[in-house]
Protein backbone atom coordinates (compact mmCIF):
# COMPACT_ATOMS: atom_id res chain seq x y z
CA UNK A 1 0.00 0.00 0.00
CA UNK A 2 2.58 2.52 0.74
CA UNK A 3 4.77 1.21 -2.18
CA UNK A 4 1.54 2.32 -4.40
CA UNK A 5 0.74 6.07 -2.36
CA UNK A 6 5.03 6.62 -2.84
CA UNK A 7 4.62 6.10 -6.99
CA UNK A 8 1.10 8.21 -7.10
CA UNK A 9 3.21 10.73 -5.30
CA UNK A 10 5.97 10.78 -7.58
CA UNK A 11 4.15 10.96 -10.62
CA UNK A 12 2.15 13.49 -8.84
CA UNK A 13 5.14 15.99 -8.80
CA UNK A 14 6.27 14.77 -11.82
CA UNK A 15 3.36 16.06 -13.68
CA UNK A 16 2.98 19.19 -11.97
CA UNK A 17 6.71 20.60 -12.66
CA UNK A 18 5.96 19.38 -16.24
CA UNK A 19 2.94 21.97 -16.49
CA UNK A 20 3.29 25.63 -16.60
CA UNK A 21 -0.31 27.07 -15.13
CA UNK A 22 -0.88 30.43 -14.52
CA UNK A 23 -2.06 30.48 -10.93
CA UNK A 24 -4.87 33.14 -9.23
CA UNK A 25 -3.61 35.10 -5.98
CA UNK A 26 -6.86 36.55 -5.03
CA UNK A 27 -8.59 33.22 -3.07
CA UNK A 28 -8.85 33.26 0.42
CA UNK A 29 -5.96 31.85 2.95
CA UNK A 30 -8.38 29.69 4.72
CA UNK A 31 -8.61 26.37 3.58
CA UNK A 32 -10.44 22.84 4.85
CA UNK A 33 -9.78 19.04 4.26
CA UNK A 34 -10.66 16.01 4.84
CA UNK A 35 -9.38 12.65 4.19
CA UNK A 36 -7.34 9.19 5.68
CA UNK A 37 -4.73 9.25 8.70
CA UNK A 38 -2.52 6.55 9.37
CA UNK A 39 -1.76 6.78 12.92
CA UNK A 40 0.54 4.42 13.54
CA UNK A 41 -0.02 2.07 16.43
CA UNK A 42 -3.54 4.23 17.05
CA UNK A 43 -4.61 2.67 13.56
CA UNK A 44 -5.70 4.59 10.31
CA UNK A 45 -9.54 6.56 10.21
CA UNK A 46 -11.11 9.59 9.00
CA UNK A 47 -9.49 12.79 9.17
CA UNK A 48 -10.19 16.48 8.96
CA UNK A 49 -8.31 19.83 9.14
CA UNK A 50 -8.36 23.94 9.04
CA UNK A 51 -5.85 25.43 7.12
CA UNK A 52 -4.34 29.07 6.94
CA UNK A 53 -2.43 28.87 3.86
CA UNK A 54 0.00 31.71 2.89
CA UNK A 55 2.17 31.37 -0.05
CA UNK A 56 5.19 29.67 1.68
CA UNK A 57 3.19 28.67 5.43
CA UNK A 58 0.58 26.35 6.22
CA UNK A 59 -0.64 25.87 9.66
CA UNK A 60 -3.07 23.40 10.39
CA UNK A 61 -5.32 22.75 13.24
CA UNK A 62 -7.02 19.04 12.80
CA UNK A 63 -8.61 15.75 14.22
CA UNK A 64 -9.05 12.17 13.75
CA UNK A 65 -11.29 9.77 14.38
CA UNK A 66 -9.57 6.52 16.92
CA UNK A 67 -12.00 4.26 17.35
CA UNK A 68 -11.89 1.08 18.98
CA UNK A 69 -8.29 0.59 17.94
CA UNK A 70 -6.82 -3.09 19.17
CA UNK A 71 -3.62 -2.48 20.79
CA UNK A 72 -1.19 -4.95 22.51
CA UNK A 73 1.96 -3.93 24.59
CA UNK A 74 3.21 -7.62 25.04
CA UNK A 75 1.47 -9.09 27.85
CA UNK A 76 -1.93 -7.04 27.99
CA UNK A 77 -4.33 -6.65 25.08
CA UNK A 78 -6.38 -3.79 24.88
CA UNK A 79 -8.56 -1.22 22.83
CA UNK A 80 -8.18 2.39 22.70
CA UNK A 81 -11.01 4.83 22.44
CA UNK A 82 -10.32 8.62 21.75
CA UNK A 83 -9.41 11.41 19.83
CA UNK A 84 -6.42 12.60 18.10
CA UNK A 85 -6.17 16.29 17.98
CA UNK A 86 -2.91 18.26 16.06
CA UNK A 87 -1.58 21.64 14.99
CA UNK A 88 0.92 21.75 12.37
CA UNK A 89 2.90 24.73 11.02
CA UNK A 90 5.04 23.86 8.17
CA UNK A 91 7.44 25.96 5.53
CA UNK A 92 6.40 25.07 2.28
CA UNK A 93 8.49 25.92 -1.14
CA UNK A 94 6.54 26.38 -4.64
CA UNK A 95 8.36 25.95 -7.95
CA UNK A 96 8.38 29.53 -9.91
CA UNK A 97 7.65 27.34 -13.12
CA UNK A 98 4.53 25.83 -11.96
CA UNK A 99 3.56 27.24 -8.34
CA UNK A 100 0.89 24.99 -7.76
CA UNK A 101 2.54 22.37 -6.49
CA UNK A 102 4.37 22.95 -2.76
CA UNK A 103 6.97 20.91 -0.84
CA UNK A 104 7.99 21.29 2.66
CA UNK A 105 7.83 20.76 5.96
CA UNK A 106 7.17 21.35 9.34
CA UNK A 107 6.59 20.75 13.28
CA UNK A 108 3.65 19.81 14.58
CA UNK A 109 1.74 19.04 18.12
CA UNK A 110 -0.21 15.40 18.19
CA UNK A 111 -2.62 14.94 21.30
CA UNK A 112 -4.35 12.05 22.05
CA UNK A 113 -7.40 11.61 24.60
CA UNK A 114 -9.37 8.62 25.42
CA UNK A 115 -9.01 5.78 27.16
CA UNK A 116 -7.75 2.06 27.13
CA UNK A 117 -9.84 -0.41 27.77
CA UNK A 118 -9.55 -4.34 28.91
CA UNK A 119 -11.91 -6.72 27.99
CA UNK A 120 -14.97 -6.06 30.67
CA UNK A 121 -13.10 -3.24 32.43
CA UNK A 122 -12.37 0.36 31.47
CA UNK A 123 -8.60 0.47 32.39
CA UNK A 124 -7.55 4.41 32.64
CA UNK A 125 -8.67 7.77 31.00
CA UNK A 126 -5.55 9.52 29.35
CA UNK A 127 -4.64 12.39 27.63
CA UNK A 128 -0.96 12.19 26.09
CA UNK A 129 0.83 14.80 23.42
CA UNK A 130 3.92 14.26 21.62
CA UNK A 131 5.81 16.98 19.42
CA UNK A 132 6.88 15.09 15.61
CA UNK A 133 7.74 16.50 12.36
CA UNK A 134 5.98 16.31 9.06
CA UNK A 135 7.25 16.51 5.49
CA UNK A 136 4.31 17.55 2.75
CA UNK A 137 3.82 17.57 -1.09
CA UNK A 138 0.74 18.83 -2.35
CA UNK A 139 -1.09 19.93 -5.56
CA UNK A 140 -3.58 23.02 -6.44
CA UNK A 141 -5.88 22.94 -9.28
CA UNK A 142 -5.65 26.12 -11.57
CA UNK A 143 -7.53 28.63 -10.27
CA UNK A 144 -6.67 27.44 -6.37
CA UNK A 145 -10.03 26.28 -5.22
CA UNK A 146 -9.03 22.60 -4.95
CA UNK A 147 -6.29 20.52 -3.18
CA UNK A 148 -5.06 17.27 -2.78
CA UNK A 149 -1.73 16.76 -0.35
CA UNK A 150 0.39 13.62 1.21
CA UNK A 151 1.87 13.91 4.51
CA UNK A 152 4.35 11.65 5.99
CA UNK A 153 4.48 12.52 10.38
CA UNK A 154 7.43 11.21 12.22
CA UNK A 155 9.05 11.35 15.70
CA UNK A 156 6.24 11.05 18.15
CA UNK A 157 5.58 9.57 21.06
CA UNK A 158 2.65 8.77 23.21
CA UNK A 159 2.07 6.63 26.47
CA UNK A 160 5.86 5.69 26.25
CA UNK A 161 5.19 2.58 24.57
CA UNK A 162 3.52 3.83 21.41
CA UNK A 163 3.66 6.22 18.34
CA UNK A 164 1.69 8.18 15.79
CA UNK A 165 3.77 8.06 13.00
CA UNK A 166 2.32 7.81 9.41
CA UNK A 167 1.09 9.20 5.81
CA UNK A 168 -2.10 11.17 6.04
CA UNK A 169 -4.08 11.78 2.49
CA UNK A 170 -6.31 14.75 2.19
CA UNK A 171 -8.50 16.18 -0.62
CA UNK A 172 -9.64 19.84 -0.04
CA UNK A 173 -11.02 23.00 -0.87
CA UNK A 174 -10.21 26.41 -0.54
CA UNK A 175 -12.87 29.56 0.02
Known amino acids: MRVLLCLALIATVALAFAQEPEVSSDRS ?92 QLTASSSDGSFGANVVVGFESDDQSFFGELRWVFGTSHFNDFDSDGLRAYGGWRF
Do not use: C
Not at 59 to 85: I, K, L
Open 29 to 120: PIRVKAGWADLGDFGGNFTAAAEYALPEWLFTAGWADVSSVAMSNGADQFTFDGNYWFLEGDYTYRPKHNPRIYVGGGLGWYDLQGHFVRPS
